[in-house]
């Protein structure tokens, strides 16, 4: 009942290696813990002297969220430890309830790691950090137990895993056994040296549970979960939480790195990059002002004057962080890594506070990657997982960026973690982020749309007039509600750049040049392009108004493509990046085998789209953009001869070629009335472009079937958004409905025999290639999914027997069986590596109609000389 001069009032806990009860400083009149040696423990010398031995070691570690340790000492044979009582509740009792909430997870993380940080400086390693040995206070995390884990019971041999750390009252509940292993590294359990890595791991698996609310490790049985601990990794935390931030799961997984030399080499720098993704260190506890003695009264004034001058420090801090200093004037090349290429749509993008330069380009080993260059460095590194990466952007904070790839608007935080995908897209053209945490981006031909940062259903923020076939390029203004847009239109009167919001279905046009998008630049600028030539004209961002003259800032600025995208950038203190000279789209019609041997090209490189074989496979129809008009027109090879000729002559754009079944006839899609309608020309050349078919669906042809008795074209209603269509070629023309579905049904070829059609869809929420019965006008009866990882673009060999599609990097087959009522594939098997031309277009390939040849259209890459040109402090050096 009594140690010294303290009186055991109640128990707290028992364990294998302790016993803790609450007591009674009779001095100092002050609640206190005490934990004891079991009578098994203390008869053991080497047990007693190491816990004298941690016992000193623990006394020297003072933080305030460690359990403190006031005393040492011996009674009647008993050795026990006096130490701070807390009041709260475990970790662990914490966490039976259920996961933490972000901000909670960091704040308590951010104190565990620097409560670690100082135990290791001090040559003291836990080595049984886990939930139970956390306290929750009101002062914030406590730390109990420290050096103790390194006390064991007599082991029978070397190397066995039979005695326990200290364990809580828990101890006997069933399962409780594996309680302690669940934390512990794969070196600890193997009997090797731990050190400082040891309680990193520990970490890892105690930061993992409080954002997820599961154990990082589980099993039923002790060899069962040191398996898992050895060989496994637990499921990520993106899959289990998708709202936490990636950046966290980083943390979590270089903590659980099965070798240390792959974890976290220091709790400081752990903390450290805590307390970066927190945004700050958390709040100290707020401490009751004590009375000011009369004496001291007469200091008040002067102390506020004081605190007054250093808050004004504090703002003029804050506002320099919000406002980055102005650069000096300089001019450079970013240099490309080695060996990588670029194609028309690689651009580079500075981040706000104008410290990075994020660019996409091909990697030596084939892949299109984004790559981040801090400009105080002279390297570049790539971002893990980016792979077909196209037109990123940042996020306003500067640590993160939205991408496009694989028919994803994606995420990726550069604190670290795999990227996250937002929602789904067919073809993204730019995307700006406000500091609301609201993307406006285009996900496909059409209005802009608007989704959360966070991942979520994308809905439309802007509404296409007369004429406008797309709205692309949006750039938030300051106020982060306006943002700039531009509208791509066959009339002149509704093209060019706009001014929209998230508040209001209003919008301004700008009075600026038609031929590219703009972007707002600090301090009161728009940039935009006009004749190869980037300009710049003062803008009064709050009145959306133009002021003065246009004045040029670089002689040559690349425009994206078709798109008219102004490829440059700007950040808050007056960094420039641009790409100069002419991002041309430069693509190569190529054959290949079915192993991937390349056989031969057809025609020279230029911005071609959607091939189309004629049936006898003797002529290729393709769209191909004039250089110099910027507009697109049908153009028709002959690949006995290797000649060309044109087919279309109208200014509008003309797309989408299909050769009638006889290989008489050419449908395509034409933007000449505004919307895309269908038309039909002789295979020759000869006659006048046909009207075929007219509507407000903004139709895209896809295939024509082999009997010559349908087109299939693809077209947007109102209620269910994209779908497949099937026009009658003969009667009223009329179209009916072939495939119905929530999301975009696209893409459809009908299989040779008539009975099938194949198709692309996203509603499973990644696009994936679908077959269903061909029944124009009728329900479907069943509905078979062919892909298994993601796919697109399917295509059919010429006796319905093998089915092809498209992956990030591969050309897939599928053996099919046509015949019978039911549909039956087989498994995906890839043919060869695929280095397509871009996302932006379907119909990269055609397959012959034995299946034995594939044209390939492929991106040829520029190489060389850089054309990514960074400009610091800008507005200094301009000629007006």
Excluded at 135 to 147: E, N, R, S
Aim: overall charge neutral.
């Amino acid at each position: 009942m009594r140690l010294g001069p303290y009186e055991i009032v109640a128990p707290i806990g028992a364990g294998g290696m302790g016993e803790v009860y609450r007591a009674l400083d009779t001095r100092l009149s002050r609640t206190v813990a005490i934990k004891v040696l079991p009578p098994h423990a203390a008869g053991n010398p080497e047990v007693r002297q190491r816990f004298e031995r941690e016992a000193r070691a623990v006394s020297s570690l003072n933080h305030p969220h460690i359990c403190a340790l006031y005393d040492v000492g011996t009674q009647d044979g008993v050795d026990y430890l006096v130490m701070e009582h807390l009041e709260g509740e475990t970790l662990g009792s914490r966490l039976s309830r259920g996961p933490l909430a972000v901000p909670e997870v960091l704040r308590y993380a951010v104190e565990m790691a620097d409560a670690l940080a100082l135990a290791h400086r001090q040559g003291v390693y836990h080595r049984d950090l886990k939930p139970g040995n956390v306290m929750l206070t009101k002062a914030g995390a406590k730390l109990l137990d420290f050096g103790l884990a390194k006390l064991r019971a007599p082991a029978p041999g070397a190397g066995t895993l039979s005695s326990l750390p200290t364990q809580g009252m828990d101890l006997t509940q069933k399962g409780s056994i594996l309680g302690t292993f669940q934390y512990m590294p794969p070196e600890q359990l193997e009997g090797k040296d731990t050190d400082a890595r040891s309680d990193i791991f520990s970490f890892g698996a105690v930061l993992y549970e409080m954002v997820t609310g599961r154990k990082a490790f589980d099993g039923r049985s002790q060899a069962s979960l040191i398996t898992q601990i050895m060989s496994t990794d637990p499921p990520a935390v993106s899959t289990l939480v998708p709202a936490a931030p990636p950046a966290v799961e980083h943390i979590v997984r270089k903590c659980l790195a099965k070798d240390p030399d792959e974890r976290w080499q220091t709790a400081a720098d752990l903390a450290g990059e805590l307390k970066w993704i927190g945004g700050s260190t958390p709040a100290a506890p707020a401490v009751e002002p004590a009375a000011v003695p009369e004496r001291r009264r007469n200091w008040l004034p002067w102390a506020v004057a004081a605190l007054a001058a250093a808050a004004a420090l504090a703002i003029g801090f804050v506002h320099w962080r919000e406002t980055p200093p102005k650069l000096p004037s300089a001019r450079f090349t970013i240099a490309l890594p080695e060996k990588a290429g670029l194609q028309w749509y690689d651009y580079a993008t500075v981040s706000p506070d104008g410290e990075r330069v994020a660019f996409t380009a091909w990697s030596a080993d084939g892949r299109g990657l984004l790559w981040v260059r801090p400009l105080g460095s002279l390297a570049a590194q790539p971002l893990p997982g980016t792979d077909a990466a196209y037109f990123p952007f940042w996020s306003p904070d500067s640590r993160s960026l939205a991408f496009f790839a694989a028919g994803k608007l994606k995420r990726i935080d550069l604190a670290g973690g795999p990227p996250q995908s937002i929602c789904d897209i067919t073809t993204g053209a730019g995307g700006t982020w406000n500091r609301d945490g609201v993307i406006v981006f285009r996900p496909a031909q059409g209005p802009l749309h608007r989704v959360a940062a966070a991942g979520g259903e994308s809905r439309p923020v802007s509404t296409l007039e007369s004429g406008q076939t797309t709205h692309v390029w949006p750039s938030f203004l300051p106020d982060g509600r306006r943002f700039l847009y531009y509208a791509a239109s066959s009339r002149a009167e509704t093209r060019g750049v706009y001014v929209g919001s998230l508040d209001s279905k209003e919008v301004r046009k700008l009075p600026v040049a038609r031929e590219t998008a703009a972007i707002y630049a600090e301090p009161g600028y728009l940039l935009f392009g006009r004749g190869g030539a980037l300009m710049a004209q003062t803008f009064d961002a709050r009145k959306a108004a133009l002021t003065g003259d246009s004045f040029p800032v670089a002689e040559q600025v690349a425009v994206l493509g078709s798109n008219a995208g102004v490829a440059c950038s700007a950040s808050a203190n007056g960094v420039l990046v641009l790409r100069s000279g002419v991002a041309s789209i430069n693509i190569q019609m190529a054959w290949f085998d079915r192993e991937g041997k390349r056989l031969g090209v057809v025609g020279e490189p230029a911005d071609y789209s959607n091939p189309a074989l004629s049936p006898d496979g003797k002529r290729l129809a393709v769209g191909r953009r004039d250089p110099t008009t910027r507009t697109r027109d049908i153009w028709v090879f002959d690949l006995v001869r290797g000649a060309s000729s044109r087919l279309t002559f109208d200014p509008a754009e003309d797309m989408n070629p299909l050769f009638s079944p006889d290989g008489t006839r050419i449908a395509f899609a034409s933007e000449r009335k505004g919307l895309r309608n269908l038309y039909l020309k002789n295979a020759s050349g000869a006659g006048q472009d046909e009207p075929l078919f007219e509507s407000d669906l903004g139709t895209s042809a896809e295939d024509w079937t082999a009997d010559g008795k349908f087109l299939v074209f693809n077209g947007t209603t109102p209620k269910t958004g994209v779908d497949l269509w099937a026009l009658p070629l003969t009667g009223d023309r009329k179209p009916v409905l072939a495939v119905e579905g929530p999301g975009r049904q696209e893409q459809g070829r009908v299989s040779p025999n008539g009975r099938w059609i194949a198709y692309r869809s996203n509603e499973s929420g990644r696009d994936e290639i679908f077959v269903q019965p061909f029944r124009p006008g009728s329900a479907a009866t069943g509905k078979w999914q062919v892909s298994t990882a993601g796919g697109w673009e399917p295509a059919w060999r010429g006796d319905s027997k093998e089915l092809y599609y498209l992956t990030d990097t591969k050309l897939m087959a599928v053996d099919v069986k046509p015949e019978g009522a039911s549909f039956e594939a087989g498994i995906p098997k890839p043919l060869f590596d695929v280095r397509l031309a871009s996302t932006q277009f379907r119909n990269r390939y055609v397959v012959s109609a034995d299946g034995r040849r594939f044209l390939v259209s492929s991106g040829v890459e520029e190489t060389g000389t850089s054309p990514f040109q960074v400009v610091t402090n800008w507005t200094a050096g301009v000629k007006r």
